[in-house]
């Protein structure tokens, strides 16, 4: 039976969603972080090929990665409409957007929360500089290129309100982890109305209610 093993806070939620939205038999087990370092502890390193989250095993196999977990996942239910098939008029937008989620957004993301915590963590004596120097290169980097990536965000939900076709696809389910963070800090907010109704959306979708149930935790993003 495949396991998901489950880093609280962590990029492993979606594949929870996942989950209960394919209806499919699974075991999950939950994990604390270390409350020191905010890390996964040393049983779920055990596991994970890259210390990482999220990851599932399947028998012999341990597999990380959000994407290569969603592809091996889906290849096991090939009736599911998650996935649009490859004459779908669909695909593309699917294989963009599930694609640029950790390509693109994802890393963005991450690199701005990164320049937060090294202001944060820095000596008083040199943070001003610390300050100058990574807000430079956000400006000139980081949010120039999370407004390309929300602008075509916010065009492409306009006519269905999807981003794959007219129904929820795999690449909405990528994509909630850093649409969510944006949502949450603020980056939607007066700019980018489909996108805000878009988080709201996915938020009533069974599936997310009940993986949210079996999470246990309230939402947090971006624990590293």
């Known amino acids: ?19 209960e939205e394919l209806g499919a038999d699974y075991e999950l087990k939950l994990y604390e972080r270390d409350k020191e370092t905010r890390l996964a502890p040393a049983d779920y390193k055990a596991i994970s090929p890259l210390g990482t989250s999220p990851v599932i095993s399947d028998g012999a196999l341990n597999l990380a990665e ?3 977990i969603f592809d091996y996942i889906l290849d096991k239910h090939p009736d599911s409409t998650l996935r649009p098939n490859s004459d779908s008029t669909a695909r593309t937008d699917y294989l963009f957007w599930f694609h640029a989620s950790q390509g693109s957004l994802m890393p963005m993301m991450l690199m701005s929360i990164v320049f937060q915590m090294l202001v944060t963590r820095t000596p008083a004596l040199i943070r001003p500089l610390i300050k100058m120097v990574l807000g430079k290169a956000s400006s000139a980097m980081v ?12 065009a492409d939900l306009e006519a269905t309100g999807w981003f794959a ?4 696809t795999a690449a909405d389910m990528m ?3 850093p649409l969510e963070s944006a949502y949450t800090k603020g980056l939607l907010k007066g700019k980018y109305p489909n996108c805000e109704a878009w988080v709201k959306r996915i938020k009533e979708v069974p599936s997310y209610q009940s993986a949210k149930e079996k999470d246990g935790r309230p939402s947090a993003i971006f624990q590293l």
Do not use: F
């Open 175 to 177: 994509l909630s982890y």
């Open 66 to 68: 959000t994407s290569a």
């Open 1 to 19: 039976m495949l396991t998901l093993h489950h880093l609280e806070y962590s990029q492993s939620y979606r594949v929870l969603w996942l989950l």
């Open 143 to 154: 949010n120039p290129r999370v407004t390309l990536l929300l602008d075509k965000a916010e």
């Open 165 to 168: 076709g007219d129904s929820i």
